[in-house]
């Protein structure tokens, strides 16, 4: 179904497919808030209940949820914490020690239970449901683009007199690639999940705006709870579409809730953005293991699409991987050194997080435009839940290209029926699926490829170190002859090519040159907003890094690839 057009870069904006944002699948789920939060809560409530089965279980369920919910305010407190926090679950916590006394009356005592699951469920659905409200979207529509057209003229001529200029656009800096004809397409014949790999806390920022540009209608996305402490942009993200997910909360009734709400909104066919990886990469490299909890809703909603489809809600659920890729990641230092902590490979990390608020925002577009640096979406091949490649209307296709019915997957006996274990397998095969895609996908850059190189040229130089000692060696030990590593990147782009051939990783323009060029590329954009200089040449022209630690961070996005062999 892919043509050739699919991987050059679109125009400047695409007709949306569906013009009139009041028929958006978001926006509908949006309109009427109230009933929808009640169906939601109704049925988290009824979710839980059958999942403990027994009174006693639901309140030890309670229970738990007290404990951890106590531990998560004492330990991990934020702003944007409700004031009544503390006042609420000491409630809940009172009433535990009341249910005891009421066990005389086993029906008052059942009441009370139920009661407080359900404040518990509402007090939740509350925080987590997300909002789209039209006026933000245009603005934020028409405004972006202009702005960040300016400040693109600004900082490619290091000269803020040049913030009204026309002359460059930002879609020449961040550039789509990939099957866009048939994204666009299947968006028309069913409900479209994105899960796109996780490096920044912009990468929300480029999803919204690539999406935006294919002419696609807007996503729900999880956004978390902690980026909404910056008011201006909770006041926005409250908006647009983000749903907030607390990462600390860990109890039972939290995770089946926020389960439920992405299962109702997937069944209301509402297109949505999972980072599948659930958190940012620490360690640079692509994802190796995906969450399971949001992408089994996906198998829950559709199974219930086939027992009950509903005349307006498509039924199918495509899956569309995303690789986004970048020079430069504007948290790497705190990124690898989280990585090198949690490994037990480093004995110190600084604790220091970024959010996405607006310096940090200027900050990084600044550095992108000012040193014409880019970055690349690559939009993998859409699949339905099982890994089929589809046909134009949406259809799943077995390995001979004959279309088959996947509810066929959902039965038993000859009946859609509900099977946890199977269903658990399905969503760890998919995971498996969209994990392949992401590395199929993967657009090598320059400095992906020279941090790479210069990393595993001095690991193998310097074998007998272990891996902590490595990322300690001296200045003067880091130095690699200029010719060697011409040499190496030679062999690695040889590799590369092959590999690219086959359809294992895809090329991008920086490194369709010379050796010699790919590596001044590399070298020019590898980490160039950090501090010290993650690879530079010495006063006599050979390499060298100043920071062994985001070497390994960078070169870490060419993991998996067994390149390391041929170095």
């Not at 040049?162 to 020449?172: A, C, D, M, P, S």
């Not at 690539?210 to 201006?232: D, E, R, T, V």
């Not at 690349?376 to 279309?403: C, Q, R, T, V, Y």
């Amino acid at each position: 179904m892919a043509t050739s057009d699919d991987n050059l870069q679109p125009k400047f904006m695409y007709e949306p497919v569906i013009p009139d944002i009041r028929q958006w699948p978001i926006y509908e789920l949006s309109r009427d808030n109230k009933h929808f939060i009640q169906q939601y809560v109704a049925q988290s409530k009824a979710q839980i209940i059958q999942r403990t089965k027994t009174i006693d279980a639901l309140e030890d369920t309670i229970a738990k949820a007290v404990y951890l919910e106590d531990r998560r305010i004492k330990e991990s407190p934020w702003k944007i914490d409700p004031p009544d926090e503390k006042a609420f679950w000491k409630q809940i916590k009172k009433n535990l020690l009341n249910y005891s006394q009421n066990k005389a009356n086993l029906q008052a005592a059942e009441n009370d239970i139920y009661n407080d699951l359900d404040n518990i469920v509402n007090r939740y659905a509350q925080e987590i449901v997300g909002h789209f409200e039209i006026p933000y979207y245009r603005f934020a529509a028409k405004f972006l683009p202009i702005f960040f057209n300016r400040l693109l003229n600004a900082a490619g001529q290091r000269n803020w007199q040049r913030l009204f200029g026309k002359n460059l656009l930002i879609t020449e800096n961040i550039l789509l690639r990939g099957h866009l004809a048939e994204i666009r397409n299947l968006c028309t014949k069913g409900t479209v999940i994105v899960v796109p790999t996780h490096h920044s806390n912009l990468d929300s920022i480029l999803v919204g705006w690539a999406i935006h540009c294919l002419g696609l209608p807007a996503l729900l996305y999880g956004a978390g709870l902690n980026l909404f402490n910056s008011k201006p942009v909770a006041h926005f993200m409250n908006r647009l579409g983000a749903y907030k997910i607390d990462r600390r909360k860990k109890n039972t009734i939290y995770l089946e809730t926020l389960k439920m709400y992405s299962r109702l909104t997937l069944q209301q066919g509402a297109h949505s953005l999972f980072f599948p990886g659930g958190t940012r990469s620490r360690s640079g490299q692509l994802e190796t293991q995906l969450k399971l909890g949001l992408l089994g809703t996906a198998f829950d909603a559709q199974r219930l699409n086939f027992m009950n489809p509903q005349p307006h809600h498509p039924q199918k659920i495509f899956v569309v991987p995303l690789v986004i890729s970048y020079h430069f990641v504007l948290e790497a230092a705190t990124l690898i050194h989280q990585h090198l902590k949690s490994v037990g490979k480093e004995h110190y990390y600084i604790d220091k997080y970024y959010f996405p608020n607006i310096s940090y925002g200027l900050k990084f577009f600044w550095k992108l435009f000012s040193q014409q640096s880019k970055v690349w979406l690559s939009f993998g091949k859409p699949m339905d839940l099982f890994g089929h490649d589809l046909d134009p209307e949406g259809n799943s296709l077995d390995a001979e290209g004959k279309i088959i019915d996947i509810s066929r997957y959902y039965e038993s006996k000859g009946s859609i029926v509900q099977d946890v274990q199977r269903d658990n397998e399905y969503t760890r095969l998919l995971s498996q699926h969209i994990l392949a895609r992401f590395y199929s996908e993967n657009i090598v850059l320059s400095s992906h490829l020279v941090a790479f190189a210069a990393f595993e040229i001095l690991r193998k130089k310097h074998r007998t170190l272990d891996f902590y000692g490595l990322l300690h060696l001296p200045e003067e030990d880091r130095i690699i002859p200029y010719s060697y590593f011409a040499k190496v990147i030679e062999r690695l782009l040889a590799q590369i090519t092959v590999l690219h051939e086959n359809g294992k990783m895809k090329m991008s323009e920086s490194i369709l040159q010379s050796p010699e060029e790919v590596i001044k590329d590399g070298i020019k954009h590898v980490g160039m907003y950090h501090d010290k200089k993650v690879l530079r040449k010495t006063s006599e022209g050979d390499i060298t890094s100043d920071d062994m630690n985001l070497l390994l961070f960078y070169h870490n996005r060419l993991e998996g690839y067994k390149l390391e062999e041929i170095v």
